[in-house]
């Protein structure tokens, strides 16, 4: 029956996601399972029982008659930041957590997923169905973090371990196609999620109606060798290019060059990558920037940030396809070189929109409530999906969020043009 059907291809979907996880920890060592380089990362042991957490503490033990909870001390260590569930564990402190074992967590991961199969089996309602789906994007980002964070911490080691070894040249010789714009005329456009997607966070909701004014935006992402020419030209060293607080973050920091950078006094500028050490290749989109960084090089280029608006408007005026773009599937763990034109994937690119709470918003009721909600203070909006990201977790519609300084996602951007609306 469509019943059956559905929950087969449901566990299917489950078992891959949880399986990639644990997939994507393979090349580690014992040893990197508990690095954590800065507060704002986490351990990969962590992600792997953190994600694992949120399927025990909001599918299991509300739903699946019997459920025991595996380790009563795990829901406060692996608690992220949900109030109404209670105390959570430092977040500095989560390379600290030396027990429990990576043995132990993942047996721990064994018996959530054969209590989420089982329910998954006895069937799922409509609550259950919408927070299966919420643990399973949960799982995906926590995976694209687990990706930056690795990076950051691997970073950190002097003798500048790979992720993975990359085989082949690194740098693509490829002449990077003109920039070009797109005219995307003034109108009414519908943004948000629609009722047909199948997912879709409440922070993409409700869609709304919002008048733009005519806009251009550019047909792909800034690129390495733009970015060294903004840097040639004293891009980092000119305070009228940068915010305020760009220029004090860029200051106190000493910021010269995007996050992994390194000059090398015979082979040029350098990048810690996820496979090591290697060349800044002119033709791939510039990343690991802030977004104090995107703004200056936009001022500079005589340029802007587009809005969260104007990103998703294009996206729909372009009619742009989530298969066209660059993801974790292509199974190459950078950037690769800008194509003429390009959307979506490759880099996350930072907009000038603030992190709000869209029209009409309103939170879920309960600790699920705080996953987004909260989080609408300070922050920026980034568009588009990255080279680590994975394809069936994003939409036009998909609002990522950070802080302005952060530098370790891949994060890059892209310019836009017309009046600031
Ligand atoms: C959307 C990537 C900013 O990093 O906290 C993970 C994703 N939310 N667990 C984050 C998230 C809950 C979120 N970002
Ligand atoms: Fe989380």
């Known amino acids: 029956s469509t019943d059956e059907d559905a929950t087969r291809s449901l566990t299917a979907r489950f078992n891959s996601v949880r399986a990639r996880s644990e997939h ?18 986490s351990p990969p042991k962590w992600h792997l029982a953190h ?47 030396s027990r429990p074992t990576l043995t132990e967590v993942l047996a721990w991961r064994e018996t959530v997923n054969q209590g989420v199969r ?16 919420i643990g399973l994007h949960h799982e995906q980002q926590h995976q694209e973090l687990f990706f930056t964070d690795i990076q950051y911490s691997l970073s950190c080691n002097p003798l500048g371990p790979a992720y993975r070894e990359h085989t082949g040249p690194w740098l693509s010789g490829q002449h990077t196609p003109p920039l070009q714009w797109h005219a995307i005329p003034e ?6 999620a629609t009722e047909t997607d199948a997912f879709a966070f409440d922070n993409e909701t409700p869609r709304h109606r919002a008048f733009l004014p005519a ?16 840097m040639a030209d004293g891009g980092y060293d000119d305070p009228a290019l ?12 000493g910021w010269q060059a995007p996050l992994y950078w390194q000059q090398d006094e015979h082979a040029g500028w350098q990048s810690f990558t996820l496979y090591g050490m290697q060349p800044v290749d002119p033709a791939r989109p510039v990343c690991h920037i802030s977004a104090y960084e995107a703004d200056a090089f936009a001022r500079w280029a005589g340029a802007r940030l587009p809005t969260e608006y104007e990103w998703e408007a294009a996206a729909q005026h372009l009619d742009a396809q989530v298969a066209d773009g660059q993801f974790i599937g292509d199974g190459h763990y ?22 709000g709470p869209y029209p009409g918003y309103q939170a879920p ?13 300070n922050q920026l909006v980034l568009r588009g999906g990255s080279c680590v990201s994975d394809a069936d977790h994003l939409r036009t519609s998909y609002r990522n969020f950070f802080y302005p300084p952060d530098r370790w996602q891949f994060s890059g951007l892209r310019l836009a043009r017309g009046k600031q609306p």
């Open 215 to 230: 806009f251009e935006l550019a047909s792909r992402p800034v690129t390495n060798g733009e970015w060294l020419a903004f």
């Open 24 to 41: 994507d920890c393979a090349p580690l060592e014992i040893e990197d399972y508990s690095l954590q380089a800065m507060p704002e990362t």
């Open 242 to 253: 940068w915010l305020s607080d760009g220029w004090t973050a860029r200051q106190q920091q």
């Open 365 to 377: 009721a309960g600790a699920l409530g705080e996953y987004n909600g909260k989080f609408m203070c």
């Open 187 to 192: 109108g009414l456009c519908a943004i948000g």
């Open 51 to 97: 994600t694992t957490w949120f399927f025990e503490t909001f599918l299991l033990e509300p739903f699946l008659p019997g459920y025991t909870p595996f380790n009563p001390a795990f829901r406060y260590l692996f608690n992220s930041y949900y109030n109404s569930i209670g105390e959570q564990f430092s977040r500095a402190q989560r390379g600290l957590l």
């Open 334 to 355: 950078h950037p690769r070189p800008v194509r003429a034109t390009q959307l979506l994937g490759s880099v996350w690119e930072w907009t000038a929109s603030s992190y």
């Open 118 to 133: 089982g329910l998954l089996a006895r069937g799922l309602d409509e609550e259950m169905h919408r927070r299966l789906l």
